[in-house]
């Protein structure tokens, strides 16, 4: 079983059944032996385009949320002391506050990313798209 954490775009691409995933990171996504993983980063990140209006959503963050959980089996990852002290040990590659939060995540939860952000790379992160 491999832990997956999954980006922001990931997730919201995931559950569209977009052809932005590519068929590696959508295999994988699909293989129910994987533990996926939707930081609670992603969800306040989500939040914040909504109230700025640069993300509408089918239905409901909530319900978006369950039936991700129900359908696919996603996990919500907490954010945790050890998450955030890991912050300052990062190189600063990435300005993203959402971007850095998630990468200390996989680090510390020794979890693959699943983004497209080459910039993510950069870090000592398996990064899979």
Same mark, same amino acid.
């Given at each position: &079983? ?10 919201? #691409? &995931?559950?569209?059944?977009?052809? $932005?995933?590519?068929?590696?990171? =959508?295999?994988?996504? $699909?293989?129910?032996?994987? @533990? ?7 969800? #306040?990140?989500?939040?914040? =385009?909504? %109230? ?8 409901? *963050? ?5 039936? %991700?959980? $129900? ?28 971007? @850095? *939060? ?7 939860? $020794? ?7 080459? *910039?993510?790379? =950069? ?5 899979? #798209?």
């Amino acid at each position: &079983m491999n832990k997956l954490l999954l980006d922001t775009h990931t997730f919201l #691409w &995931m559950d569209l059944e977009s052809n $932005q995933l590519l068929s590696r990171a =959508k295999s994988l996504l $699909q293989e129910r032996s994987n @533990r996926l993983l939707v930081s609670v980063v992603s969800i #306040w990140e989500i939040v914040i =385009k909504l %109230q700025l209006g640069k993300l509408k959503l089918q239905y409901s *963050l909530t319900e978006l949320i369950e039936s %991700q959980k $129900q359908i696919n089996h996603i996990d919500i990852l907490p954010i945790t002391l050890d998450h955030v002290l890991a912050l300052p040990k990062l190189p600063n590659h990435h300005k993203d506050p959402f971007d @850095r *939060l998630l990468i200390a995540q996989a680090i510390v939860e $020794q979890a693959a990313l699943i983004s497209n952000d080459a *910039l993510l790379a =950069k870090y000592s992160v398996e990064v899979i #798209w």
